[in-house]
């Protein structure tokens, strides 16, 4: 994901930003990522918000599976099943679009199962998660 954005992230804890489309087709978005600062950085992660994400569009299945410590992800759009599976400190914000013209509070943002063995970290989901 990014990998050349992300590398003073990765390197020196600095932070970075930066925005993406995102597509339903595009399952298990940020995993590699999460896998590195794994690697790198252990347990502990990366101080808060080192790493910000805002993507647009249709997120697919199992969006910020895994996410760590450091990295916070903001979707404006929905999400498929499986938001935030095995989150481990992360962040994760899902917000309808701003153009959206139904209410989010009627209407389902994210799928089912989300957060599903998550163990710490935090989302935030303007919506109804499930059908």
């Given at each position: 994901?990014?990998?050349?954005?992300?590398?003073p992230?990765l390197?020196?804890?600095?932070?970075?930003?930066f925005?993406?489309?995102i597509h339903?087709?595009?399952?298990?978005?940020t995993?590699?990522?999460?896998?590195?600062?794994?690697?790198?950085?252990g347990?502990?992660g990366?101080?808060?918000?080192t790493?910000n994400?805002t993507?647009q569009?249709?997120?697919?299945?199992?969006?910020?599976?895994f996410?760590p410590?450091?990295?916070?992800?903001m979707?404006?759009?929905?999400a498929n099943?499986?938001?935030?599976?095995?989150?481990s400190?992360g962040?994760i914000?899902?917000v309808?679009?701003?153009?959206?013209?139904f209410p989010?509070?009627?209407?389902?943002?994210?799928?089912?199962?989300a957060?599903?063995?998550a163990t710490?970290?935090?989302?935030f989901?303007?919506?109804?998660?499930g059908?």
């Amino acid at each position: 994901m990014k990998t050349l954005v992300t590398m003073p992230a990765l390197e020196r804890k600095e932070k970075v930003t930066f925005e993406s489309p995102i597509h339903n087709v595009d399952r298990t978005a940020t995993a590699l990522l999460s896998a590195e600062v794994s690697r790198r950085h252990g347990l502990q992660g990366l101080p808060p918000e080192t790493i910000n994400i805002t993507f647009q569009g249709s997120a697919g299945q199992s969006f910020g599976a895994f996410l760590p410590r450091g990295i916070t992800l903001m979707l404006e759009g929905d999400a498929n099943d499986g938001v935030g599976k095995g989150l481990s400190g992360g962040t994760i914000v899902i917000v309808p679009p701003a153009t959206c013209a139904f209410p989010s509070e009627e209407n389902v943002i994210a799928g089912n199962v989300a957060c599903y063995g998550a163990t710490s970290g935090r989302v935030f989901i303007r919506g109804i998660v499930g059908e």
